[in-house]
């Protein structure tokens, strides 16, 4: 499994999620003061060339280029469980050792394309929890750090933004590797050789009940008798049960047979479907117009691509009910 890394996500994941973690010298749960940080759903920064060249990192070795963010700059807003009185912020790379007192994060020259971040927020007492986001580094600027791959990375969330794990990311092309969504939706893959193209293709297709209710049977009904339609290309791409391009009575028939467990499976659907998110339907009360990419191509790899995101479609759901987890 693995975490997708993603830098501007169009303020789609401004509610995002995340895994928070929290640290106490002699707690174990977190104390009720401490602020729960959301962390920006990503960010890209410029590395800057170090004139004369430096060494930034204290490894040993010059540095031609570096970049610094500051801790706080990583936070969008902070749930706030009482008033937690004077506040400060860390961040570090994750895995790495965890210090309150660095309050500004070093991007040293020779650092891979896409780093995950840990950003924490601390009490006077030294209690603090923490959220992740990933920073994407590019290199305009120097051009002796030795960068000679690049990566891209997506997520996958549902049309109200619920990141969704267990999808798998099959990446083809120069290089073929398959990726597991983690609960952030994220996936991530890096030192692809720039230049060549590339595809990525999300599947999931298990618990095929997941969020499907007689509820759902009524509002496809209701679809079908013009009645109250549905109000997204998505939930109609949802009830769309046997891909048949529109929405019928065969669709009702086919979820009733599922939920009577008469089928154990869609006759002719994944459990799972997936928009390219950048995609515009050209008329959204009919989705199937033209051809829904459900792929994403790429036939040129620069450096660092990370808006490859996907809405995640649970069929039958309409009433938007399916457990993303």
Not at 110 to 127: C, H, Y
Not at 149 to 163: P, Q
Request: net charge negative.
């Amino acid at each position: 499994m693995t975490f997708l890394i993603k830098p501007f996500f169009l303020g789609l994941l401004l509610g995002l999620s995340l895994v928070l973690h929290y640290f106490s010298g002699s707690e174990t749960t977190l104390p009720d003061a401490v602020p729960e940080p959301v962390c920006i759903p990503g960010l890209a920064v410029e590395l800057m060339p170090v004139i004369p060249q430096a060494d930034i990192d204290g490894d040993g070795d010059l540095d031609a280029g570096s970049a610094w963010i500051a801790a706080v700059d990583l936070i969008d807003s902070l749930i706030l469980n009482g008033d937690p009185g004077p506040l400060t912020y860390s961040a570090n790379i994750l895995g790495e050792v965890v210090d309150p007192q660095a309050d500004t994060l070093l991007i040293p020259c020779d650092s891979d394309a896409t780093l995950l971040a840990e950003v924490w927020v601390w009490d006077a007492e030294g209690n603090g929890a923490s959220c992740e986001t990933y920073i994407l580094v590019q290199n305009n600027m120097v051009y002796d750090c030795g960068h000679a791959s690049t990566s891209i990375a997506g997520v996958i969330a549902t049309e109200e933004l619920n990141t969704v794990s267990g999808v798998e990311i099959l990446i083809g092309g120069n290089t073929v590797a398959i990726q597991t969504t983690g609960p952030d939706g994220h996936y991530i893959l890096s030192g692809l050789e720039p230049g060549f193209g590339y595809t990525i293709t999300p599947s999931r297709n298990d618990d095929p009940l997941n969020g499907l209710s007689n509820f759902d049977l009524v509002l496809i009904s209701k679809h079908v008798l013009g009645i109250q339609l549905l109000d997204s290309p998505y939930k109609m791409i949802a009830a769309d049960i046997d891909q048949s391009q529109n929405i019928s009575v065969a669709d009702v028939i086919e979820l009733r047979r599922l939920l009577l467990n008469i089928n154990a499976h869609f006759t002719n659907n994944t459990s799972w479907r997936f928009v390219d998110t950048a995609y515009q339907f050209p008329d959204t009360a009919n989705p199937w117009t033209e051809p829904i990419p459900e792929i994403i191509s790429i036939n040129s790899l620069e450096p660092a691509i990370a808006n490859l995101d996907f809405v995640a479609i649970k069929i039958g759901d309409v009433s938007l009910d399916a457990k993303a987890h």
